[in-house]
C-alpha cells in the first residue's frame, strides 16, 4: 500500500517476511469472526468489510464481507495465487524449516461505506498496555513449516500450517522485546476500529480493488 496504514502491518514488517473476535484453527482457509468494540456505533456507518493485501503497490481485496450488528464474518480464501507469494527470509539465529515455503501476509482489514473507505480494523489486547501489547495478524503460507530461534530481543515459535495462520505478536515494553507465535494468548484479543484506539488510519490511494493482474 503506498499511503494506507493498516496497523497489522506493522507486526507483518516485524515478523521480517518478504511480504471478542476469533478463528478457526490454522491452516487452509480461515474463518473469522469478529464482535468490534463499540461496533453498534458504527453498524450505519460502514456496510463492508474488506480483507487487504498490497501487490507493487497496488491494493488487492481477497476477500469481503459484510458489517452488520457490530460485526463481521470473513473467509480468507484456502488458496492464493502464486503471483502474491514471497520467500520466506529471516534474521540470523532463526530457523526455518522448510527453506522452500513461500509466503504472503495480509496487509489489514478495511471498513468501507458504500466503496468509500471509512476505517482499519485490528485485533488487539491493550488490558496490560503500556506494559505489553498483543495483537494478531494473518500469514498464508504453501506449505507446512516451522519458524523457531532468536535474534536480537526478538523470537520466534511459530507451527504454521499449508493455508492461513493467525501470528501473535506479543511486545513487552519494559523488556523490549518481542515474541511471535502461532500459540494463541490465554488473555483476549478484541477488534478495534483504528480510530477508537487514536492509532492513524489513512484512506488507500484508491478503492482497493479485486485480484485480477
Given at each position: 500500500m ?22 478457526d ?14 461496533g ?6 460502514v ?8 501487490v ?16 463481521f ?5 484456502e488458496?492464493i495465487?502464486?503471483r502474491l507469494?514471497?520467500?520466506t527470509i ?23 461505506k ?11 489486547n ?16 504453501d506449505a507446512?513449516v ?15 500450517k ?6 501473535y505478536?506479543?511486545q513487552?515494553f ?29 484512506a488507500p490511494?484508491?478503492?482497493?480493488k479485486?485480484?485480477n493482474?
Open positions: 503506498k499511503k494506507s496504514i493498516f496497523f497489522a502491518a506493522i507486526l507483518i514488517a516485524a515478523l521480517g517476511f518478504t511480504g471478542c473476535g476469533g478463528s484453527k490454522n491452516g487452509g482457509s480461515l474463518k473469522i469472526t469478529a464482535k468490534v468494540e463499540n453498534a456505533n458504527y453498524n450505519n456507518l456496510d463492508e468489510v474488506r480483507a487487504v493485501q498490497s507493487s503497490g497496488d491494493d488487492i481485496t481477497i476477500a469481503t464481507a459484510p458489517y452488520k450488528n457490530g460485526g464474518k470473513i473467509t480468507l480464501p488458496k495465487d502464486e507469494l514471497r520467500p529471516m534474521p540470523t539465529g532463526v530457523t526455518v524449516s522448510n527453506t522452500n515455503v513461500k509466503t504472503t501476509a495480509l496487509y489489514g482489514f478495511g471498513a468501507y458504500s466503496n468509500i473507505f471509512v476505517d482499519a480494523l485490528v485485533q488487539f491493550v488490558e496490560l498496555y503500556p506494559q505489553e501489547l498483543t495483537l494478531a495478524a494473518y500469514l498464508y503460507v507446512d516451522k519458524i523457531t530461534g532468536a535474534h536480537a530481543l526478538e523470537t520466534y515459535d511459530c507451527d504454521l499449508k493455508g492461513w495462520n493467525t501470528v505478536g506479543i513487552n519494559i523488556a523490549r522485546s518481542m515474541k511471535y507465535t502461532t500459540k494463541k494468548p490465554k488473555i483476549d484479543l478484541k477488534w478495534y476500529f483504528a480510530d477508537d484506539l487514536g492509532l492513524v488510519s489513512s490511494s484508491k478503492n482497493a479485486p485480484f493482474f
